[in-house]
C-alpha cells in the first residue's frame, strides 16, 4: 500500500474499498499526536509521489505498526523454526511491487507523458528563474530519444516477475533506481522518499546473492546465485490455478496500463492547439480606472497560454499560475498554492474526480477570475474582479512559435569541429 494511487490493483481497493477514508483520519491523529502538528495535512491524490506530510507520516505509521507486529508475531509463534514460505511471498510482493510500478514508469516515458516536450513557458522561462525540478522536467523533456533509453532502463524490472531472472532483474532496478533517487534528491524532486524506498526494496531482492555477487566482481571466482524455490502445492489443480492467476495478474495489469498510458497519449496528438495558445505582453493594465506603470510592483507583465501550465509572469519576475477554461473564456488566477491545494483536496474528497475543478475553485474564491475577449489573432482584453477593484488587462502576442526557438532548432551534430555550448 506504499504507493496505491499509481498501482492498479491497490488504487482500487485505496478508493473502492474505501481505505483512504480509515487512514485519513488514523494519519491526522498520529501526526498530531506524535509530531504536534497543528496544519491540515493534505491526502495526496492519485499519481502524487509527493514527499508530503501525509506520506511522512504514513510510512513511520507502517513502520511502527510492521514492528509491533514483528514482536507480537515472534511471540505468539516462537515454536516456528523456519520462515521459508512467509519470505517467499515477502519477495513475490516486492517483486511484483517493483515490476509493474516500474513498467508504469517506463511507459510514461514511452508515451512522453511524465516528461512532455517543452512548452512557451519552459522556453520562455531564464534559466536563473528555473526551479531545480523545472530543470530537470525541462532536460528530461527535450530529449525522446533518452525518455526511451530511461524507459528501457525502468521495464527491466519486469525480469522480477520471475523468479530465474529475479536477481539480474534486481541488479539492473538497483542500479536504474540509484539513478532516479540521485536525480530526485539533486534537483529537489518532490518523490525523493517515493524513489528510496523502491531502491530499498530492490537491494532487499539482492540481499541473499551479495556475498557471491561480492567475490564474482571483485575476485573473479566462479560463484552460482541462489533461486528461491517457491512452495510446492500438493494437488495439481492447485498449482494449475496458481500459474493461471499469476499470469491473470500480469496481463490485466500491463493491459491496463498500456490503455492508460496510450489514451493520454493519442488525446494528446488530437487536441486541438488552444485559441489562447502563445506568450502574451501585457501592453496595460487598468485597476479601478487607474492604469499602473510599467515598474509598478502590481503590475502583470507577460501571460503564457498551454493547456499544461499556464502562468503569469508578474515584475520582478514573480510568477503565479492559472487555470484556463476555452469553453467558458475565463482565466482563472492564483497565487497561493497552499490554499489552493487545499481548495483542491478537499473538492477531490468530495467529488472523487478533478471534473470542473475550475469551476469548483471559482465557485469557492480561491483566485482571480477573468474572462477574455479575443480580438484578432494577436490581440485580447481581459476583464474581471480583484477585491472588490475592477481589472482591464489588454495583452498582445508575441510572434514566435515553439518551432522558433534555439533550442528547438537545435539538431543532433554526427560531426562537431566546435562544442556547441553558447
Known amino acids: 500500500m506504499l504507493d496505491w494511487y499509481s498501482n492498479a490493483f491497490s488504487l482500487g481497493v485505496f478508493y473502492l474499498g474505501k481505505l483512504n477514508k480509515v487512514l485519513d483520519p488514523v494519519i491526522s491523529w498520529v501526526g498530531e499526536k506524535f509530531f504536534g502538528i497543528d496544519y491540515p495535512i493534505l491526502t495526496p491524490t492519485p499519481g502524487n509521489h509527493s514527499d508530503s506530510t501525509y506520506i511522512y507520516i504514513l510510512y513511520f505509521t507502517m513502520i511502527a505498526l510492521s514492528v509491533i507486529g514483528a514482536i507480537v508475531w515472534s511471540l505468539i509463534d516462537r515454536a516456528r523454526k523456519n520462515l521459508d514460505v512467509q519470505y517467499y511471498w515477502l519477495k ?57 533509453f530511461m524507459g528501457l532502463a525502468e521495464s527491466a524490472a519486469l525480469l522480477l516477475l520471475f523468479r530465474r531472472t529475479t536477481n539480474f532483474g534486481a541488479l539492473l532496478t538497483v542500479a536504474a533506481m540509484a539513478n532516479v533517487a ?33 567475490r564474482f566482481f571483485f575476485f573473479e571466482e566462479a560463484v552460482s546465485l541462489k533461486i528461491q524455490k517457491a512452495p510446492m502445492f ?45 506568450i502574451y505582453d501585457i501592453e496595460s493594465f487598468v485597476i479601478n480606472k487607474d492604469t499602473l506603470s510599467l515598474d509598478n510592483p502590481s503590475r502583470w507583465r507577460q501571460f503564457v497560454f498551454e493547456r499544461g501550465t499556464s502562468a503569469v509572469r508578474m515584475n520582478r519576475d514573480s510568477v503565479v499560475f ?32 478533478f471534473d470542473k475543478m475550475d469551476s469548483l475553485l471559482i465557485e469557492k474564491e480561491a483566485g482571480i477570475v477573468l474572462y477574455y475577449d479575443l480580438l484578432d489573432a494577436s490581440r485580447v482584453d481581459f476583464k474581471g474582479i480583484f477585491n472588490n477593484d475592477s481589472l482591464l488587462i489588454s495583452a498582445k502576442r508575441v510572434p514566435i512559435e515553439i518551432k522558433d526557438f534555439r533550442l528547438m532548432k537545435s539538431k543532433i551534430n554526427k560531426v562537431t569541429e566546435v562544442p556547441y555550448m553558447y
Open 92 to 148: 513475490v510482493i516486492i517483486r511484483y511491487f517493483l515490476a509493474l510500478n516500474l513498467l508504469a514508469f517506463a511507459l510514461e516515458k514511452f508515451f512522453k507523458v511524465q516528461f512532455p516536450d517543452l512548452g512557451f513557458y519552459q522556453l520562455s522561462e531564464p534559466l536563473g528563474d528555473m526551479s531545480p525540478m523545472s530543470l530537470a522536467w525541462a532536460f528530461f523533456g527535450y530529449s525522446y530519444g533518452y525518455n526511451l
Open 182 to 214: 540521485a536525480i530526485n534528491i539533486s534537483y529537489d524532486i518532490h518523490a525523493k522518499v517515493y524513489a528510496s524506498m523502491m531502491l530499498l526494496m530492490a537491494l532487499f531482492l539482492l540481499l541473499p546473492s551479495i556475498k557471491s555477487l561480492y
Open 322 to 353: 492559472a487555470f484556463t477554461d476555452f469553453d467558458e473564456k475565463r482565466v482563472f488566477v492564483y497565487d497561493d498554492q497552499i490554499r489552493l491545494m487545499l481548495q483542491i483536496q478537499e473538492i477531490y474528497r468530495e467529488q472523487g474526480s
Open 234 to 278: 500438493k494437488k495439481r489443480w492447485m498449482r494449475v490455478s496458481a500459474l493461471v492467476f499469476k499470469w491473470i495478474v500480469i496481463v490485466v495489469h500491463v493491459g491496463y496500463l498500456l490503455n492508460l498510458y496510450w489514451g493520454i497519449h493519442t488525446r494528446r496528438l488530437n487536441r486541438t492547439p488552444a485559441e489562447l495558445y502563445g
